[in-house]
Each structure stands twice: as C-alpha cells, then as structure tokens.
C-alpha cells in the first residue's frame, strides 16, 4: 500500500476518532452535568417520620414546575437559615444526613429540577431562577430569623449559591469545591477541544465573585481530582467581601465530609456570621 495512502487513512482514522470524542463531551453535557438522583415514596416516609423537626416542602417556580424538598428547623425560631444547593448527583434528603449544622440553624435542603420528586428540566438559568426563588421564600417565612440567611453549595451547587449571594444579600456564603468556570475546568480537562465553542452551561463563578460582599467560606480538598484546587482560588482570589480558605489535606472531591475539620469549620462560620 502506498505512503501516501495509508498516511490518509490515518488521518481520516485520527479524525473520526476526535469528531467522536469531541460530539461524546459536547453532545452529552447535561447528562455528564445534570446525573440527578431519584427518591422513593418510602425514602420521602423515612425522612418525615425520623426527623420530627423536618418540613416536606413543595415550592412552585415561576413557570409552573414544583420543588420539592425539606427544611429542617431549628429548635427556637424564629431561627438562622442556612440554603444548601448541592452537587450534580446529589438528592436533597441525603444532606439531612451528612452535615452537622448547628442545633439553633435551620435549613433549606432543596432538590434540583429533575431530582428528586422536582419536576421539570435543570438547566443553569433554571438552576438560578429557583435559587433567588429559594432566597425569597426563605425571606419572607416567619420562622426565618430576618437578615440571617446564609447560602452553602458544593460542587455544582456552588454556581447557584455564587448567583445568591451575587444577587441577593446573604449573612455569609459557604462554598465546597467550587468552580472558576466550567469553561476553564472542561478545558483543562479536554485541552485539544475547544471547549468554549460549545458550552451550554458555563457556570462562571468566579465571574460572580466580585459582585458579593458576603463574608466567604471556602473549603477545599488538596486531593480533588474532580474540581481541582487551584480553579477554586480563582473564585476565592476574586471575591469581595471577606475569605476563610481552609484545604484539607488528604482528602477528595467525595470525601470532604468525612473530616471532622470539615464540620467543625461550617459550625464555627456560621456561629461567626449568626446576628445577635
């Protein structure tokens, strides 16, 4: 077979192998961004009936579609209140279970469009439109202590606390693993495409940094292969109001709350930031 040849073929070959890899991350962006979670009735029965202080809660939007989620209420009222908006797999009572957020706070654990009992679609401006929602019902409740509300997101859910605290007035913002951008971070996964071409979801946080004045928890793992750190200094470095940066040495993406630091830090943050 001549050079020529089979230099074409390795080349048409190279080819059809990147146009495949390249459709597989931009073709299947929400299903690689949005992995949802389920919840059964029975689950639903669990968290209502072992946790007495917890509120089934289902939230209309703007445009018709139902979350669903919990508050948990703190043992006085009206109390603090701490919004969590969790990661891309992450169903809302899983949260009830995994942090130890101080007795006298209440929180918001509120499930993504798709996840959960939630319906509709998630998508980021969705994603955003429901966390001002949130915010605003979180406000207006009379169990809410007024002008201490908090918001908390990990992951994923750090873009829609980032748009909370950019666009609302919070007591303090607590951020786990987060973004610079989903932009940067898919490019420096896939450095031969060009991501920006065809992101659909850009999740620009540290763009949304320089617009709050919260005071700042950003919390770290030294090990994270997922949202590795140095993305998330971007974020902290761009920030305007005050920042405590704590990484935890040894620790993964996945992992964070399996370091007693990781809890004690929330505790002691948000005991800082609690209003008289």
Do not use: C
């Not at 009572?93 to 319906?119: H, T």
């Amino acid at each position: 077979m001549p050079l020529l040849k089979i230099i074409l073929l390795l080349i048409t070959g190279a080819s059809a192998v990147y146009l495949f890899h390249a459709w597989q991350v931009f073709g299947s962006q929400e299903d690689m961004l949005f992995i949802g979670a389920d919840i059964t009735e029975e689950r639903i029965e669990e968290v209502n009936s072992e946790w007495n202080n917890t509120e089934e809660l289902h939230l209309e939007t703007e445009d018709g579609e139902i979350l669903h989620g919990w508050m948990q209420h703190a043992g006085t009222t009206p109390a603090p209140l701490l919004i969590y908006f969790g990661g891309n797999a992450e169903e809302a009572s899983a949260g009830i279970e995994q942090y130890n957020i101080p007795d006298n706070w209440s929180v918001l654990f509120m499930n993504y469009r798709s996840y959960g009992k939630s319906s509709g679609e998630p998508e980021e401006s969705t994603l955003f439109e429901d966390a001002r929602l949130l915010y605003d019902y979180a406000s207006s409740h009379e169990k809410v202590k007024d002008r201490s509300i908090a918001v908390m997101g990990r992951s994923m859910g750090t873009a829609p606390a980032a748009h909370t605290a950019s666009s609302r007035d919070p007591a303090g913002v607590i951020l786990i693993s987060p973004y610079d951008s989903r932009e940067e971070l898919q490019s420096h996964r896939y450095p031969y495409l060009p991501v920006s071409m065809f992101i659909r979801h850009p999740f620009e946080v540290s763009s949304m940094a320089p617009q709050s004045e919260a005071p700042l928890l950003g919390i770290t793992a030294s090990e994270d292969r997922v949202i590795p750190p140095e993305h998330s200094y971007v974020t902290f470095n761009n920030w305007n109001g005050a920042v405590h940066h704590v990484e935890l040495e040894g620790f993964g993406h996945n992992s964070l709350p399996q370091s007693r630091d990781f809890h004690d830090e929330i505790t002691n943050f948000l005991s800082e930031i609690e209003s008289p």
